[in-house]
């Protein structure tokens, strides 16, 4: 909210002063034009107020001299006009020498990155649990808007890779606009307070019907007030590094092959699914006959039913049809390819 107020406040400044300068240079040429009976021409007398104000010491383009109403008029014109100029220009120089102008533009910029997106992904903290949130969903070609307040967190979000942010609280509803949650696939609420998390899921859920939120949790107690807010599904870091530990104890083999896949360097290997549509090239056919892991190159791993139910390790007879999801595992730019035909 400081951020928007102080961008506010700075265009508001900017346009006061472009506004003074063009007021003083419009009664200049105004009051030359009608001091010589509109005899000369608005162009001259333009030139003749700028000349006069900036003091470059170029000739009269107006015959000033001698004519004692024009040279009282040039001399109130120099006196109060030059004071707003001058205040102009260093204003300008101060925004310019200081970074804001740049930092407007830049942010204008943003903003107008963000309308393009549609189908994106918003994460709500930059911290500890939202950068490597943020690398992953680079890492599966998502389109990602991170909204943070603090700056540090904010460029170390960007060091990690090209994204869309917003450099304000996540609770501001302007925000959340700003970031397209109208458009966006789903909304991640990665914020350090439990309460703060609860308020953004509800408002997210408020602005979209169709957003799939997830939350992070760090009290169990606030895990039914999240969902009952709208949230589809509620995430306690403590639990999710206590399961990894008893996993890192009794099933080491599984989860250092799950640490390659997802860390390694050589290649882009993921778990993801894939949900079929009518109209899809999937849609009516076999799993041995879509294609999916010879055209693809991905392992269907599971099944799952518009009903809800999961099917392991499917056979290629079974049939495939609109609103059934495949859990796939497969490199990156394969599974965005199967993506887009189905």
């Known amino acids: 909210m400081a ?25 200049g040429t105004n009051g030359y034009y009608m001091l010589y009976g509109g005899q000369s021409g608005f162009l001259d007398c333009m030139y003749m107020t700028v ?27 120099i006196t109060f006009g030059m004071g707003v100029i001058f205040y102009g220009i260093s204003t300008m120089t101060a925004l310019i020498v200081e970074g804001e102008l740049s930092g407007i533009l830049k942010r204008q910029k943003m903003q107008k990155d963000i309308s393009k997106l549609k189908g994106h992904y918003i994460v709500c903290g930059g911290g500890e649990t939202g950068r490597p949130l943020i690398s992953e969903l680079i890492s599966n070609r998502e389109s990602v808007v991170l909204i943070e307040q603090d700056q540090k967190n904010i460029d170390l979000c960007r060091n990690i890779g090209e994204i869309c942010y917003i450099a304000g609280d996540a ?48 009290d169990p107690k606030h895990e039914t007030k999240l969902k009952t807010a709208g949230a589809d599904r509620v995430v306690s870091p403590n639990a999710i590094g206590a399961l990894r530990m008893a996993s890192e104890m009794i099933r080491p083999t599984v989860v250092d092959f ?55 390790n499917p056979p290629p007879s079974l049939g495939l049809k609109g609103g059934t999801t495949l859990i796939v595992m497969g490199d990156v730019a394969d599974i965005q390819k199967a993506k887009k035909a189905c």
Request: hydrophobic share 45%; with cysteine.
């Open 51 to 77: 000349i006069s104000l900036t003091g470059v010491g170029y000739g009269e383009v107006l015959q000033v001299t001698g004519n004692v109403p024009a040279q009282i008029f040039t001399m109130i014109l």
């Open 258 to 312: 799950l640490d390659k896949m997802l860390r390694s360097s050589q290649g882009t290997l993921r778990f993801n699914e894939l949900t079929l549509s009518e109209a899809g090239v999937f849609s009516g056919k076999t799993i041995g006959e879509s294609g999916i892991k010879d055209k693809f190159k991905l392992l269907i791993v599971a099944v799952k039913e518009e009903q809800g139910s999961i099917s392991f």
């Open 171 to 218: 609770t501001e509803d302007e925000n959340l606009t700003t970031a397209g949650i109208d458009k966006a696939k789903g909304i991640v609420v990665c914020l350090p307070s439990d309460k703060d998390c609860l308020y953004v899921t509800m408002t997210a859920r408020i602005l979209n019907k169709k957003l799939r939120i997830v939350s992070r949790m760090m």
């Open 3 to 27: 951020a928007a107020t102080q961008h506010i406040a700075i265009k508001k400044r900017l346009f006061l002063v472009l506004l003074g300068i063009f007021v003083v240079i419009m009664i």
